[in-house]
């Protein structure tokens, strides 16, 4: 494996690494093999957020699969790629019960555009606009580790006698705009007619509402001082963060996101009216109309 290391950064010598880490390691499921090889990305992705979220505890080793390579055409962050995989995989006996299938968007997509989001509120004045924030936190290459993380996941989910590195190879064999349309159908559950979103307003308000959840959910909302406090019990509410559903930056994000997916699919340009309450579509409509600008 020193060897490998020192090769540097493409997709033959992380897949050459990680067939080396399943050959090393017969017998033990790919849920266990994804979360060992977390430990090879960055510190960040070997946190306790991380125990929690995917139910097993890595600690980190070293870097060798951090760095961007090209994976279906696009350039991909690995790293970031592996650690948002690891809370898609379902863990052996759980499959649907796992906490996998509430939190890998908070680890994965809503995650990159909540943190973005986060940070602007806290530093705007560092910032030129929130879009500045979402373009360095919610890059391209964080958003194509996001849907290789959920498209290699499923093909691994479904078929347990895949191997990771055989589904990284599948994936990599196919064309990206295949990946976009599996993705904005498996996970959004979107129609795609005459090469355009069908119900635009639909996916952005399963958007925007990950993301709302997601900040809801975040360090600073003080849920964890709430769970703690829980435990001790000397429970403490957390303060409510007053986040209003059809706020400028709660747009701008799901607006990111669906950017990236209808550009990347090659997808026609969308203008609609989003829903005011992303629960509740036949209630009423924000006044603003967004454009989402396709190819």
């Known amino acids: ?10 997709l033959d010598t992380f897949i050459q690494f990680i067939q080396s880490c399943e050959q090393a390691q017969k017998g033990r499921s ?26 097993f505890s890595q600690k980190f080793i070293d870097g060798t699969l951090d760095g961007n390579v090209s994976l279906a ?69 964080d958003q194509s580790a996001n849907v290789a993380a959920y498209v290699v996941g499923l093909a691994l989910n479904l078929n347990d ?13 196919l064309p990206y705009r295949d990946h976009i349309e599996q993705f904005l159908r498996s996970r959004f559950a979107v129609s795609i007619v005459n090469n355009t979103i069908d119900d635009p307003a639909k996916l952005e308000a399963q958007i925007r509402k990950s993301v709302y959840t997601y900040l809801q959910l975040s360090p600073e909302s003080g ?11 000397k429970p ?7 986040i209003d559903w059809g706020s400028a930056d709660l747009l701008a994000g799901s607006a990111h996101l669906m950017r990236y997916l209808v550009q990347k ?14 629960d509740l579509p036949n209630f009423s409509r924000l006044q603003e109309t967004l454009m989402i600008t396709g190819k």
Request: charged share 15%; hydrophobic share 35%.
């Open 223 to 233: 849920i964890l001082q709430f769970i703690k406090g829980l435990f001790k019990g």
């Open 161 to 173: 006698q895949f191997s990771l590195s055989q589904a990284i190879q599948q994936y990599n064999s």
């Open 30 to 55: 790919t849920y266990e093999i994804v979360n060992r090889l977390r430990g090879y990305t960055k510190a960040a992705y070997t946190t306790r957020s991380w125990t929690i979220a995917t139910g």
């Open 73 to 141: 055409g696009e350039i991909t962050d690995f790293g970031h790629f592996i650690a948002a995989l690891s809370d898609q995989i379902q863990q052996p006996g759980f499959q649907a019960a796992d906490l996998t299938t509430w939190t890998a968007d908070h680890t994965a997509w809503a995650g990159d555009i909540g943190s973005a989001i986060s940070t602007y509120r806290k530093q705007s004045a560092q910032f030129a606009s929130v879009q500045a924030v979402l373009d360095r936190y919610a890059s391209d290459s």
């Open 265 to 278: 699919g090659n997808l026609q340009t969308l203008t609609f009216q989003p829903y005011q309450f992303p």
């Open 1 to 10: 494996m020193a060897e490998l290391r020192a090769i540097g950064s493409t």
């Open 236 to 242: 403490k509410l957390p303060e409510s963060q007053n």
